[in-house]
Structure formats: C-alpha cells, structure tokens
C-alpha cells in the first residue's frame, strides 16, 4: 500500500484478454526493448513518483511475474471493462489518498513527466479528472473526445459506440489519467454497464460533467504517447519507437553510435560514455558495456559484462564477463560463464563456456574450451579442443600458467596441464602433463623437461 501518503498511486489496468494478439501469451507479457509490456508500465508510473497497484485477471494472471516485490496485485474476476478494474483497484487500495494516476498496461510509451504535469493539472484547473488527449486523425479506434460548446471536455464516446459524426472527431482518448481519489471513489459506483456488457472508465467524464465538476484534458504532440498495443503490428510500432528512446538517451549521455537505427539496444542496458557501438549490434538483457570499448559491426551482446577498452567484433556473447582490454573476434562465440581476464585476446571461431581464461592468454583460431580453468599467458594454438564432455559428465580441465598447448590438441578431461609445459601439435592428452614438460603423441607421452625462453617477459613472470 501507498507508504508516503502524498505519493500518487498509479493504478495499472492489466487484466484484458488482448485477444487481438492472438496469442497464448498473456498480453502484457509480450516485450518492446527486451521488456514485459507491464514493466515498462511500471517503470514509468515508479518515474513519475507513484507508487503503483496493478489489475490483474484469472487471464492474464501470468503477468505477476512482471510484477515487483512488494507491488500489491488486485484480481478482476471476471474482467468486465476497464472501469469496472478500477472499482477493483480501489477496493484493493483503501489506503490511497490525495491523488491517482490511471493507466493501462498496454501504453507503454506515455512519459513519466506526462504523468506529472496531468497530475498537476487538477490542482491548476481545479479539476476532479484529468485525460490525456492527442490528435491522431480519425483512423483508428481511440475514444474520441467530445468537448461542449464553450470548448470544455464533455464526455468520451467509444469509437464502437460513436455516431459517424462522433468518429470523424480528431481529438482522441490517448488512455492516461489522473485523478482525485476521494471523487474517483464517489464516481466508480455510479458508472454502469453500456450495451456491450462493459463498464467503460471513459464514462468517467460525463459523471464528472454531470456533476458540473472540471475534466481538465492535456492535449499533448507526440502520437507515440498513446499508442495502446493491441496488435502485434502495434507491438513492433512500440518497439521501436522506444528503442530509438534508449539509444538517444545513450547518445546524449556521451555513447557513439555508428548508424544507429540498425543496432538495437534493451531497457536494461547499460553503456558508460565514450563507448563506440558500430553498425549492426544487439545488446540484450543485463549487458554493461565499459568506458572506451568499441563493440561491432556485428556483435551480440546478452546478459554480458564487458570492460573497459575491450574490442569486441562480430561475435555472440552470452552470459559472459570481459575484464579491461580484451579482444574478441571476429566470429567467437562465449557462453554462459566465460570469464576473460585483462587483455585476453580471441579470434576467429572459438568458443568459451563456463571456463576462466587468466590475464593474456591468446586463442586466436578454431578453439572450444569448456569447463577449464586456463592461466595465465597461456597460448592455446589453433584446433585445441577440451573434450569435456564423456556422455554422461562434464569434466573440468585444468590449464597451468604460461603452458604452451600446440596446434590441434585434444585434452580429455578431466586433465591438467601444468604451468610452463608444452603440448606438441596434434597430441591427445589423456594424463596429466606435469610443469615444464613436453608432451606429445597420440596418447601423449612426456617426452622432456623443457623450459620455454619468452619472448616478452622478464624473469619475474616464472
Ligand atoms: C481504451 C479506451 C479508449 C482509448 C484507448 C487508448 C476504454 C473503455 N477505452 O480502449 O478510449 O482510446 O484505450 O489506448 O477504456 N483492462 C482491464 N480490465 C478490463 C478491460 C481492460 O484491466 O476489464 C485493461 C487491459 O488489460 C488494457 C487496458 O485496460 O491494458 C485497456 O483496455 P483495452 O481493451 O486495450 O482498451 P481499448 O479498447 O484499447
Ligand atoms: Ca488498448
């Protein structure tokens, strides 16, 4: 319930059956930029400063799970219009007072500050209603709202319901409100069901006009303020209109895009300044991006922490931490826990899964590690491949610093090779390779003790 009593409530109406959608998903669980419809909605009535109340139905009652901690969830059973769930929301909010926010789950891009200033309008105009308008012509199926003779707000007729002269109206009911509690609570009751079964929350305003009482109404530019989605051609509209959001947002806060309309960026990412995203990038989910990294063309980006100065080029990664400075791609491929230390570098068609790779190691061409543990400075040579894998098992393969693991070999975990040793190219190495040892063949044999000279390190690094 309402904590701070001079926080607005934001009733979110989402009980519908977005039959429209066709669809076995409930409506307001179907995402635009990577988020359930519902927890867009949420997000802008809790920028807005409410503290929300969601309408849910036995129908949509999958949508909980879009629902926050602590948010309360009133049931509309049986779902009867949308005046009829805010009978509901009240009932299930005996604590709200001052003033309320209506919105429906399905206008996920109205603004919070939209919200506030018809808010502040009932206190401007004195008005007991506040509504959300737009000029959007007469093609389509919004509330039209009809205005009395001297220009004030008379009623809302239903485009179902609507004369043709009512329809050809081009001022539409863009779906947001606000409201005084203490009247919304006298009106509800008095709303009844239309002839098509339903209780409109529309009729709100000729209650409010019979009464003599103020409907403010806020005429606002953008179109996009009152998209409803309906239909999954509304939904893409949606989409992409909010990803343009969240990529200016981005740009404004210091991130480059190179031709922007073509990468696409979720609501939950997040870019620090003077990263360089190229063309053609996704970046999904819990992805955060480093200061100085340049991702794509083409890259892949979900649920990724990258670091600072990281070049990551065409490639997919999932799940996956990148550490500052290191290079991948292009065509790598990491899954679900790949962490790269400091200045690792990848090339070409390798794949990392559930494995740490230590700071610098190198593998640049046609590798899989799974389930390993790699050192440091290691160099894993082209067509190395940890069978970690036995048909019924993963086992973990264990990599020593600075080891040398030549060209095509195999490692059948589980099996260490230990720090400073060597594998020759093409070994199958099924026993454990001990430090500065050479092994090679087929199944590999220790052949000699071999210390490597390196070309970059001082003799601190042994
Ligand atoms: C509604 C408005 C219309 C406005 C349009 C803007 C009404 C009667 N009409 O029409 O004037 O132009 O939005 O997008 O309000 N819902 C419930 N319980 C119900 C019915 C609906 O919670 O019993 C919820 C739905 O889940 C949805 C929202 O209310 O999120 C709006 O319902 P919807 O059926 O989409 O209304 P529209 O026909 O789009
Ligand atoms: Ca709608």
Request: net charge neutral; with cysteine.
């Amino acid at each position: 319930m309402t904590e701070d009593p001079s926080r607005p409530t934001a009733f979110v109406l989402a009980a519908g059956l977005g039959t429209r959608m066709r669809s076995r998903t409930c409506k307001v669980l179907h995402t635009a930029a990577g988020k359930p419809l519902l927890a867009l909605v949420l997000d802008t009535v809790a920028a807005a400063g409410a503290d929300a109340v969601v309408v849910l139905s036995r129908e949509s009652e999958a949508a909980r799970a879009a629902v926050p901690e602590g948010v309360p969830v009133a049931v509309q059973d049986p779902p009867l219009g949308t005046g009829d769930a805010v009978r509901v929301a009240l009932d299930a909010a005996p604590g709200a007072a001052g003033r309320c926010y209506i919105v429906y789950g399905d206008t996920v891009l109205v603004r919070p500050e939209t919200l506030r200033h018809l808010g502040g309008l009932l206190d401007e105009r004195r008005a007991v209603l506040a509504i959300l308008t737009g000029k959007v012509g007469t093609d389509n199926a919004y509330g039209r709202i009809v205005r009395g003779p001297a220009g004030d707000v008379d009623r809302i007729v239903e485009v179902r319901l609507a004369s043709a002269e009512e329809r050809a109206i081009p001022e539409s009911n863009f779906g947001a409100y606000a409201a005084d509690v203490a009247w919304l609570r006298s009106a509800v009751p008095l709303l009844a069901a239309n002839e098509t079964g339903e209780v409109f929350l529309t009729d709100l305003v000729a209650v409010a006009t019979r009464e003599g009482r103020t409907v403010a109404a806020l005429c606002v530019e953008d179109p996009a303020e009152g998209l409803g989605v309906n239909t999954r051609a509304d939904l893409a509209i949606a989409d992409g209109i909010l990803r343009r959001r969240i990529r200016l947002r981005h740009m404004e806060a210091g991130v480059t895009f190179v031709d922007p309309d073509s990468s696409l960026v979720d609501a939950t990412v997040e870019i620090a300044p003077d990263v360089v995203v190229e063309r053609g990038c996704v970046l999904e989910g819990r992805t955060r991006i480093g200061t100085g990294t340049r991702v794509g063309p083409y890259a892949i980006l979900r649920d990724t922490a990258v670091g600072e100065g990281c070049r990551v080029e065409a490639s997919v990664l999932e799940g996956a931490t990148l550490e500052d400075g290191v290079r991948i791609g292009p065509f790598s491929h990491l899954r679900p826990g790949a962490y790269l230390e400091r200045g690792v570098e990848m090339g070409n068609f390798g794949e990392v899964k559930a494995s740490r790779l230590g700071a610098g190691t190198k593998m640049h061409h046609f590798s899989y590690v799974g389930d390993a543990s790699v050192g440091r400075g290691v160099n894993i040579g082209a067509g190395t491949i940890t069978l970690n894998y036995d048909g019924v098992h993963k086992n973990r393969t264990d990599i020593g610093d600075d080891a040398f693991i030549g060209s095509d070999t195999l490692l059948r975990a589980p099996v260490k090779v230990g720090r400073g040793a060597t594998t020759g190219a093409g070994a199958v190495v099924t026993r454990d390779v001990p430090e500065d040892t050479v092994a090679v063949g087929m199944p590999a044999r220790a052949i000699k003790k071999y210390v490597r000279p390196r070309k970059d390190a001082g003799p601190e690094r042994r």
